[in-house]
Nanobody, 118 residues
Framework: EVQLQASGGGSVQAGGSLRLSCAASGFTFDDYTIGWFRQAPGKEREGVLCFASGDGSTYYQSDSMKGRFTTAGDNAKNAVYLQMNDLKPEDTAVYYC??????????WGQGTLVTVSS
């Protein structure tokens, strides 16, 4: 069973940075596309970006994250990271990692909460 778990969330002030980690079980990161997703309070889950390890490409779901969010993988550690800079209050959400696309039957992990205060 493929499971991905995000961690590293916390509380920061606007303009601050956080680095989230995504750990995998049930598969290896040899050739994969991993997505970061988030769900803000009272809103539906939305895609942040997808990262293709084969060619290192990153596909952003929103222009508002370009230049602020970057991602990278570490195959040796079977992990993917999301570096978030210049955080804004509207980035406050629970962040998840999952295969990209996750599929209708994917069981989401708990996610990690990021809170950005103004």
């Amino acid at each position: 069973e493929v499971q991905l778990q995000a961690s590293g969330g916390g509380s920061v002030q606007a303009g601050g940075s956080l680095r989230l980690s995504c750990a995998a079980s049930g598969f290896t990161f040899d050739d994969y596309t991993i997505g970061w997703f988030r769900q803000a309070p009272g809103k539906e889950r939305e895609g942040v970006l997808c990262f293709a390890s084969g060619d290192g490409s990153t596909y952003y779901q929103s222009d508002s994250m370009k230049g602020r969010f970057t991602t990278a993988g570490d195959n040796a550690k079977n992990a993917v990271y999301l570096q978030m800079n210049d955080l804004k209050p509207e980035d406050t959400a629970v962040y998840y990692c999952a295969p990209c696309p996750p599929g209708a039957n994917y069981e989401w992990g708990q996610g990690t909460l990021v809170t950005v205060s103004s």
